[in-house]
């Protein structure tokens, strides 16, 4: 009993960010809003892109601009996979007969999603994990470029540049995306803490030390690409199955930038810092949205300042606090008593007690 | 469980563009002793130690760990097979804390991370930083950065640890504490140091046997009291016109 209690409070952090995210659903889903829900819903799928993300970027201090191309893999290819047959020849009547015939339920179709994006970072990512630094943004950037090339123009598969409409009705519902939000984030977190994850953060901090004290660091990097891909990929497959209509566009630049600056404005090292990051990040963007709607009402032509606020915010956050909120802590059970020790410390300090009169 | 290990390097070589850094040098070591590398900057003492941990390819020569030949591995494989080392401009892992730096060393040789905590524990404790365990490294003073830079190294359980300049940055009251806890590792420890270090009075009074570099070659081996006194040496440090007024 005492080694699980032991347990989880060193665990404290899963926990806790569990609880708030899942307290968090359950009055969403009691207020019953459909607009809260839909809000919410489209806010924890970003989510799990973003844990996807932090576990690959954040670890390994590697700018992982094809990431966002994964979740388009992951869209397209489960979107291809859970399709009624009929439906699929009537939306694209281009596609191969081959992809036509194939009709698997949607859970299965979401991790056909996932292994088919892990397969192709596996066999693109073994060199790209020799670069870090600006060469490795550099060829990260290239390899999104490529996919989405790809993604927009191989018709037979994807629709091409038209729309590529799913029909039916939504297989992702606001539940679905919740637990597998609080899946994500379980995986991010013990990933950070395992063996490999201490690996990888070591290579970030510092690639030659990880180096001399055993560490393989290109292999550790590929693994944490390669799971981060599939993470990517079901957030994609559970995006198209919600949204239900999609495009090579949905899963480029301004994808990117979104789960992008809520890493860097939470803070990447820490799983806890991309959770608030994402919250931060939706709320200000949902609150922006409506204050360009109103400027729109007035006349004002407010086109674009929710992005180019986020844009500075995120701009401010790298020169003023490149760690982000949380500068790579986590929130913990003892970090929270830790500091409700030093506030009451300081107070005491501040004012001293009543002067002692016992001696 | 005794056994004593060897750490051979055989003709040793590293060229820059022609430039001989390191030049057919050829060393022993075994476990138990504490053998010193010495010689002028430049000397190429900190490309030695780059070279035989395959941080840095080599151009000539074999390394050979307790009868591995790990010439050809690349530097992770050599610190799996057992040879541990610091760096001169202190390396730490600086977003981590000091607890996971500890760990990552023995994390690194593939040590599982249970195990790993334990170790770290008492690796700090030894060094004295446990009441840092869990500040971030880079909030450390300078001397207690050089001490994690110890410990994580040891977290491996390496044969040989090799240290470039431990003492270097410290003041005298920290290079004695240091000298107080390297002088009865190898015994305590089973393992074999090979540390490089400017600090002349550290190093005869640390080493049991010391190894002279000058211009990437051996110009000496033995013990202080006998290198001290070789006309090389001494020419080495001085120049030659010491040796005149001599």
Known sequence: MKRFTDWLLRRSTVWLLLAIFLIGSFVIWWLNIPLI??????????????????????????????????????????????????????????????????????????????????????????????????????????????????????????????????????????????????????????????????????????????????????????????????????????????ILSITAASFYMSQLFQIMSMVVIGGSMSVSGAFFGTVLVTLADQGLRQFEFFLTQQG???????????????????????????????????????????????????????????? | MTHTATLELTGLGKSFAGLKAVDDVSLRLATGEILGLIGPNGSGKTTLINIMTGLLPKTTGTVVIDGTDVSRYPAYRVARAGLARTFQTIRLFKNLTCLENVEEGAVGVGVGRRQAVVRARDLLAEVGLTDSSNKLARELTFGDQRRLEIARALAAQPKFLLLDEPAAGLNEEETDALLQYLKPLPALKHIGILIVDHDMRLMMSLCDRLHVLNYGRTIAEGTPGQVQNDPQVIEAYLGSEAKAHA
Request: hydrophobic letters at 55%; one cysteine or more.
């Open chain 1, 300 to 359: 004002a032509n407010a086109y674009g300042i929710t992005e180019i606020v986020l844009a500075i915010l995120m701009i401010l956050f790298l020169i003023l606090r490149p760690g982000g909120i949380a500068g790579g802590r986590e929130l913990s059970l003892a970090g929270l008593a830790g500091r409700g020790r030093k506030r009451k410390q300081k107070r005491e300090q501040e004012e001293p007690l009543e002067p002692d009169t016992t001696d």
């Open chain 1, 37 to 242: 829900e839909d809000m919410f819903t489209v806010g924890a799928i970003t989510l799990i892109m973003v844990m996807g993300f932090q576990m690959f970027m954040g670890n390994s201090g590697i700018l992982s601009w094809s990431f966002v191309g994964y979740v388009g893999i992951g869209a397209f290819v489960s979107a291809i996979c859970s399709m009624q047959p009929q439906l699929k020849s009537m939306q694209i009547p281009v596609m191969y007969d081959v992809l036509v015939k194939i009709h698997m339920p949607f859970p299965v179709a979401l991790v056909v999603g996932a292994v088919v994006a892990a397969l192709i970072a596996a066999v693109i990512a073994w060199p790209l994990m020799r670069l870090s630094d600006a060469v490795g943004a550099i060829t990260q950037f290239a390899l999104l470029i490529v996919i989405n090339v790809l993604l927009a123009q191989w018709q037979e598969v994807t629709n091409g540049p038209r729309t590529f409409t799913l029909g039916g009705t939504r297989l992702t519902t606001f539940w679905v995306a919740v637990l597998v939000a609080a899946a994500s984030i379980v995986v991010a977190y013990f990933f950070k803490e395992s063996s490999w994850g201490l690996r990888l953060r070591a290579s970030r901090d510092d690639r030659y030390a990880a180096t001399a004290t055993g560490v393989n660091v290109i292999a550790m990097r590929y693994v944490a690409y390669v799971i981060s891909a599939a993470i990517g990929a079901i957030a994609g497959g559970l995006y198209s199955h919600y």
